[in-house]
């Protein structure tokens, strides 16, 4: 048969897979060009960024957990002025698009990123972040309560015509409201989930293992809660879903899409197989052809309950 | 780069400290002292992480077959401290592994004329017989080693066969002076004239002893530092330690894993 489909769309940009790179798992994209083909990816996530530059927490940020890890990195990034003039320029090297992830301490800088990020033409589109567990403003505080969200998101809305994604907490009660409140904000899409917070405990030092007590838990651990959300979210709001957590093969990505889900994005997988990202883009084409599907589009939000 | 490998060997040259060595392609010989490698321990989720080795030593040995190439060859030194290093183990000749590196920077050895100080705790001696084995034909090396007991000191025979005066402190005394090595290698370097350049690996404590005696005696020095790490190539942002600038309002965070593992002791806080 011929070559399978494998392209989608999100709110008007266009990528040649749905096989995306987490934000902060890949970098600036350019620090993996030598383990993976920059040019097999559906698109790039930068490392969340914000108006100045951010430290981030005190180390231990990390830890590994039973199938997992948890993170407490605090959102240290370069800040938009050094983004721009030391990161963008490698974008321009390539032709997969690349998504600025982002967030403020408040939603005014939540805005003004928006509208600098506009300004940037090697950014496709923009991530919100209203969804990092680990500080205590940037992000969780606007993403487990509805007003807020929606707030935020209108903000960046009216601040930018590239395309929204806004990404989301598993850490409320409802997701499915918090979704409805950012489409009621006219976000072009959702991404979801980030992590969920948990804890490490050193028992002979009887103390936690993280610097900041508590984490984002990630990896293959969190997969059957993320594969549940997306599928609430995706069957509740028309536009479209990203499906995120613990995807470690292509079948992993399969089943986001059967949920619901239009793309989805690798995390954690980078940092143990930098590679990942391409190997599932191009099983997830091998699952097409083995079962003479012309296009992956026909696969989304298929599941039968 | 990323790589199969096959394990050579792999002995347990101390109670709970293993040495292995495992193939590696050409291109690997270029690989600097001070480097690392991280290991994915097995082709499953758990343990999920890669797990990051100095690169112990480097080399070739002919190969069996008439004609082909030498094959490349490294060596890790390791301790078994968790799940990923026990699995590590139990792993024989012919047994694989796949390899992401030479990762982060090496060691910039020292001049001609200048003495090399070798610094090393437990494990942490791993580094630096790799690099006393590139720098020993230039140059004076004195090698100082410490460890709780003397189990801890690991393959010092191989440093004195290069040529490497060395020079023992465990903390019970059941090998070299009692006490720390910093202390011997302190009484060492007093009032001592040529030239020379500290290289040290070890734990914290320790490294912060020997930048306290470099600063105090003015003598450069390098140290390679172990940190928690995800990836091992500047993108988790897991494995940072406080570079010289750092403050509240000025972040100078350092990844060890690309800006180090091996930094000059002046560019890191020590505070």
Same mark, same amino acid.
């Given at each position: 048969m011929t070559k399978p489909e494998m392209s989608v769309e999100i709110a008007g940009f266009k990528m040649r897979n749905p096989v995306m790179t987490a934000s902060g798992t890949f970098g600036y994209g350019e620090e993996f060009a030598g383990y993976v083909d920059? #040019?097999?990816?559906?698109a790039i996530i930068t490392k969340g960024l914000s108006l100045k530059p951010r430290a981030g =927490?005190? @180390?231990?940020?990390i830890v590994e957990t039973q199938g997992g890890m948890l993170n407490?990195?605090?959102?240290?990034n370069v800040g938009i002025d050094a983004f721009i003039e030391k990161?963008?320029?490698?974008?321009? @090297? !390539?032709t997969t698009p690349v998504i600025a992830n982002f967030f403020g301490n408040t939603p005014e800088e939540y805005a003004e990123m928006a509208e600098r990020l506009d300004? !940037?033409? #090697? $950014?496709a589109a923009v991530e919100v972040n !209203?969804?990092?567990? =680990? $500080?205590?403003?940037?992000g969780i505080v606007f993403g487990t309560d509805p007003k807020s969200a929606y707030a935020v998101v209108k903000l960046v809305r009216e601040a930018t015509v590239k395309p929204v994604i806004v990404k989301l907490s598993p =850490? $409320? @009660?409802d997701i499915v409201e918090m979704a409805h409140a950012c489409v009621d904000a006219e976000a072009d899409a959702l991404s979801l989930i980030n992590t969920l917070t948990g804890m490490a405990i050193d028992l002979n030092k009887?103390?936690? $293992?993280?610097a900041n007590v508590t984490g984002g838990l990630s990896g293959p651990a969190i997969k059957p809660i993320a594969l549940r959300m997306v599928w609430q979210v995706a069957r509740a709001v028309s536009i479209p879903v990203i499906g995120i957590g613990g995807i470690m093969t292509a079948g992993d990505a399969l089943e986001f899409m059967l949920a619901g889900a239009t793309a989805v994005q690798i995390g954690t997988a980078n940092f143990l197989e930098p590679g990942t990202a391409q190997t599932i883009a191009l099983g997830m084409e091998q699952y097409l052809v083995d079962n003479g599907i012309a296009d992956i589009k026909e696969l989304i939000g298929t599941l039968e309950v | 780069m990323q790589f199969k490998t096959m394990v050579i060997s792999n002995a347990e040259?101390?109670?709970g400290y293993f040495r292995m060595r495992l193939t590696a392609p050409q291109?690997?010989?270029?690989a600097k002292p001070g480097q690392f490698v991280m290991v994915r321990?097995? *082709?499953?989720? *758990?343990? /999920?992480l890669r797990r990051p080795f100095g690169i112990f030593d480097l080399g070739t040995f002919e190969s069996e077959?008439?004609?082909a190439w030498p094959q490349i060859y490294f060596e890790i030194l390791y301790r078994v401290v968790g799940k990923g290093t026990a699995m590590l183990s139990t792993l024989h000749h012919g047994d694989h592994l796949d390899i992401l590196g030479p990762l982060g920077t090496g060691f910039t050895p020292a001049g001609p004329d200048t003495e090399t100080i070798l610094v090393g705790g437990g494990v942490g001696l791993a580094p630096l017989y790799y690099l006393a084995k590139e720098v020993v034909k230039s140059g004076r090396i004195r090698l100082f080693v410490g460890g709780k007991?003397?189990? *801890?000191? /690991?393959?010092i025979t191989e440093f004195e066969r290069l040529g490497v005066e060395t020079y023992v402190a465990t903390d019970d005394g059941? /090998?070299?002076?009692?006490?720390?090595v910093t202390e011997v290698m302190e009484r060492h370097l007093k009032g001592d004239v040529p030239s020379k350049a500290i290289f040290a690996c070890g734990p914290m404590p320790m490294l912060k002893a020997v930048a306290e005696i470099a600063r105090r005696e003015a003598i450069p020095c390098q140290v390679s530092l172990e940190a928690y790490m995800?990836?091992?190539?500047?993108?988790? /942002?897991?494995?940072v330690v406080k570079g010289r600038d750092h403050g509240e309002h000025t972040p100078d965070y350092r990844c060890v894993c690309k800006d180090g593992p091996v930094f000059d002791f002046q560019e890191l806080q020590w505070v």
């Open positions: 920059l #040019e097999s990816l559906g =927490n005190p @180390t231990p940020r407490a990195i605090g959102l240290q990161k963008a320029p490698f974008f321009r @090297t !390539i300004r !940037i033409p #090697e $950014v !209203i969804s990092c567990p =680990n $500080v205590k403003h940037g =850490n $409320v @009660t009887r103390k936690p $293992v993280l | 040259v101390s109670p291109e690997f010989a270029q321990v097995r *082709d499953a989720v *758990d343990p /999920l077959y008439p004609g007991t003397q189990e *801890d000191i /690991l393959c059941t /090998l070299g002076a009692s006490g720390l995800a990836c091992g190539m500047g993108a988790c /942002l897991g494995c």
